[in-house]
């Protein structure tokens, strides 16, 4: 009785009001105990919130996520993977008014479809809770999070809709058409990753979509694009993190040492964090260029085990032989005399390209 009274379907008889408002209660009732069920279910698994998902996560990101999915709502044209909170742009006239409009839709949905309207807006409102704690922990506002809440105001708007005269309902079918064409318009944007990120980087400029646009040509193999669009990404003060990661070891990649410390040098100026993916490929870049001094200063930064390349390592052997020390070899490699040639021979390649004959003649003579 409870879903049926929540539903609309006052049960006959004396006392049916009382009933239905009974069957309305037990209903919302019922829903906000399964809601708990499956949230104590995940706690007793030890599924919790993500880690990052703290409260004040959650409200700070409601503003703009609410401001960008209500102009999503209002004008569905040019979707796109989603908004980075990072790189937020300011919500645009579309946006605050499809938040007006929206609200305003769903109070009046709500007043004319009754109960009914009231079982979607619970609908909507108990899909868009784990949807915000996900955009608190990634800090990005995809389209697909608005799948579930939709269905509940999709419900909302068919209770309302039930209300109205049959005239009143054709009249509106031209709109939903209108609808349906403005949002069939972005199915060609997902035919492939790079018309995505593509179309991504047009609706909104942000260094996110420019380092994802990034990656995509960078595993189809053009090199110069991947490049161009990395150093797109650097952008103080907050650079894109995947280009902070990329854009050193994509010029060593290129075959260009010089561009790998030009453009590593200014994702640290733009405030990408001192980690080995950048440090080493800039290192290795200036020892080419012969600024020893300072490709010493960032291979000293990674730290032991944590440079998987190898890199930093190559450099500041490199420096040594540079400088006259011939003990870094042994010390590296062991006492094995194999292991010992083989890494000799990764820093004569280098001290080669740096065009250093008298370290590599130094190098020579420590080699078993």
Request: glycine share 14%.
């Amino acid at each position: 009785m409870g879903l049926l009274g929540l539903l609309g379907r006052p049960p006959a008889g004396e006392g049916a009001p009382e009933a239905t408002r009974r069957g309305w209660l037990g209903g919302l009732g019922l829903a906000a105990g399964a809601v708990a069920v499956v949230g104590a279910l995940r706690l007793a698994g030890g599924i919790g919130l993500p880690p990052k998902a703290e409260l004040g996560r959650v409200l700070a990101a409601l503003p703009p996520v609410a401001a960008w999915w209500a102009g999503v709502l209002a004008w569905p044209v040019d979707l796109v993977p989603g908004m980075h909170l990072v790189w937020a742009p300011p919500p645009g006239p579309v946006q605050l008014a499809g938040a007006a409009g929206g609200a305003a839709l769903v109070g009046a949905g709500v007043l004319a479809g009754g109960r009914r309207a009231i079982l979607g807006l619970c609908i909507a409102v108990f899909g868009l809770v784990p949807a915000l704690a996900a955009v608190a922990q990634t800090g990005i506002v995809p389209d697909r999070y608005l799948y579930l809440p939709l269905a509940g105001l999709a419900l909302v708007l068919a209770a309302a809709l039930e209300r109205l005269p049959p005239r009143a309902l054709a009249a509106l079918v031209p709109v939903g058409l209108g609808l349906a064409l403005l949002s069939a318009r972005t199915v060609p944007t997902w035919q492939s990753d790079r018309v995505l990120w593509t179309t991504t980087l047009a609706v909104m400029p942000t260094p996110h979509a420019a380092a994802a646009l990034a990656k995509v040509v960078e595993l189809e193999g053009e090199l110069d694009e991947a490049a161009a669009l990395y150093r797109r990404a650097l952008v103080p003060p907050t650079p894109a993190p995947h280009a902070c990661w990329n854009i050193a070891r994509l010029q060593l990649q290129r075959g260009d040492p010089a561009a790998a410390a030009r453009d590593g040098l200014a994702a640290l100026d733009a405030g990408c964090p001192r980690d080995p993916e950048l440090l080493a490929p800039t290192a290795l870049g200036l020892v080419v260029g012969g600024a020893w001094d300072r490709a010493e200063a960032l291979a000293l930064d990674v730290p032991e085990g944590g440079d998987p390349t190898g890199q930093a390592v190559l450099v500041r052997l490199a420096v040594g032989l540079h400088r006259g020390e011939t003990g870094g070899i042994a010390a590296v490699a062991g006492p094995d005399p194999a292991r010992q040639r083989a890494l000799g021979a990764q820093v004569d390649r280098l001290l080669a390209a740096a065009g250093d004959t008298a370290a590599r003649e130094r190098l020579a003579a420590v080699l078993p």
